[in-house]
């Protein structure tokens, strides 16, 4: 099946998990991804979080890795050579589009920044992907997801009550900027298709944290409030968090005055739909009253039987899953969640794009590669003999 990015070709100089992710996601849409890694190791996160010991068992790259880089060929060059650069820029001569997440700089000391490759290929959409941006006082600095989730006060939200700042269980920073990579792109590439013309496009970690936060900043603005940590509780409504059970937590929510008469209803009406809870401003007001009260009947029951007595009478609830339910749940596989590949006769899975195209659906067309699996194939397509590769090969600019 043909995919709506079909003949686009994107170069991925990125590492890590944003940039990473963002080209994956052009590649389930039918690009032809080309992995830029150095010869010497190549892309970090094919080792991150993982010991020497279990890469041996798992018998390839981090499960980190495994999960950015489906859709890709990887391409080694050692880009602090010229000859590197030359490959690098006559890949870039017929790209489509450019991720880099390297400092700002970097690129433009090689000769690859988008003013040295405008020239070449002028509908080249060429994204810079920085930590705090390409300008200001912090540009030079680096950064990773949790830098950002301090930098941006989202640590200052996320915790207990009174208790020290707290990261969130997953680089939500990283990949939420990823889908703004993904959205700049295609618009850019859409604006292409109107005008001839590509252009340079660019986000940043503080970009995506910041609307990560932007309901926080705006509050601050118009009223000067400054939120703290409050648990798994929400500032906006009560009740809005998770309660504990006899056989582990849920979360409830009801933000508006019916849900909520429905969901006292259901739970234990004589203690909860009483007046001074009637109205969303009491429930507020009244916050420790009513989380005490709601905590005190849902400990008694099953968390089962809670999410059926408040789904059935639609309130919003669900059951605090740990990871291996919530990968198993047959809801993710059902919405085209997840992805099987079978590879050397193992069947995996890895989670799909998060949207679908009923039409023009993305798929998984290519495994995780090996470190350079593409390099001879890649540089053959763009010219180069069996012999100039050899040589290459010989002189260590494509690794060994």
């Known amino acids: 099946m043909t995919g709506v990015l079909d003949g686009v070709r994107v170069l991925d100089f990125s590492r890590i998990f944003a940039g990473p992710d963002s080209a994956q996601m052009l590649g389930d849409l039918g690009a032809d991804v080309i992995k830029i890694e150095k010869p010497d190791g190549g892309d970090e996160c094919r080792r991150l979080g993982v010991t020497s010991e279990e890469l041996d068992k798992l018998g390839g790259p981090s499960p980190s890795f495994r999960s950015f880089n489906r859709n890709k060929r990887s391409l080694t060059i050692d880009l602090s050579t010229a000859e590197g650069v030359d490959i690098a820029k006559q890949l870039i001569a017929d790209a489509d589009v450019i991720i880099n997440n390297f400092r700002p700089g970097t690129m433009e000391r090689w000769g690859l920044g988008y003013e040295d490759m405008k020239p070449a290929n002028p509908g080249l959409v060429y994204c810079d992907f920085h930590a705090y941006g390409p300008v200001g006082p912090m540009a030079h600095i680096g950064a990773n997801d949790l830098a950002l989730q301090a930098h941006s006060g989202l640590m200052s939200i996320t915790g207990e009550e009174g208790g020290l700042p707290a990261r969130a269980g997953s680089a939500i920073v990283d990949l939420h900027a990823s889908l703004a990579i993904v959205s700049a792109v295609l618009a850019a590439l859409l604006n292409k298709e109107k005008t001839g013309k590509g252009q340079r496009v660019d986000t940043s970690l503080l970009l995506s944290s910041a609307h990560l936060m932007s309901y926080f900043y705006q509050d601050y603005w118009l009223t000067g409030s400054i939120h703290r940590r409050m648990g798994t509780a929400n500032h906006l409504s009560v009740p809005n968090q998770a309660f504990p059970t006899v056989d582990g937590f849920v979360v409830i929510i009801a933000p508006s005055d019916e849900m909520w008469q429905r969901c006292a209803t259901a739970l234990d009406p004589k203690r909860l739909d009483i007046e001074k809870f009637k109205t969303g401003s009491e429930r507020l007001r009244l916050r420790t009253d009513l989380v005490h009260e709601i905590s005190e009947t849902t400990k008694t029951m099953e968390k089962n039987v809670i999410h059926k007595l408040l789904s059935d009478v639609k309130v919003n609830v669900s059951i605090v899953n740990n990871i291996d339910e919530a ?6 596989e059902a919405v085209g969640g997840v992805y099987s ?50 040589e290459l090969r010989k002189r260590g600019t494509i690794g060994q």
């Open 327 to 332: 990968a198993q749940d047959a809801q993710l």
């Open 341 to 390: 590949f079978e590879k050397d006769g193992n069947s995996r899975n890895y989670v799909a794009m998060p949207f679908r195209l009923h039409d023009t659906p993305g798929q998984m067309r290519l495994n995780y590669p090996e470190l350079g699996e593409h390099t001879d194939e890649i540089l053959s397509e763009n010219g180069y003999s069996a012999k100039d590769i050899a």
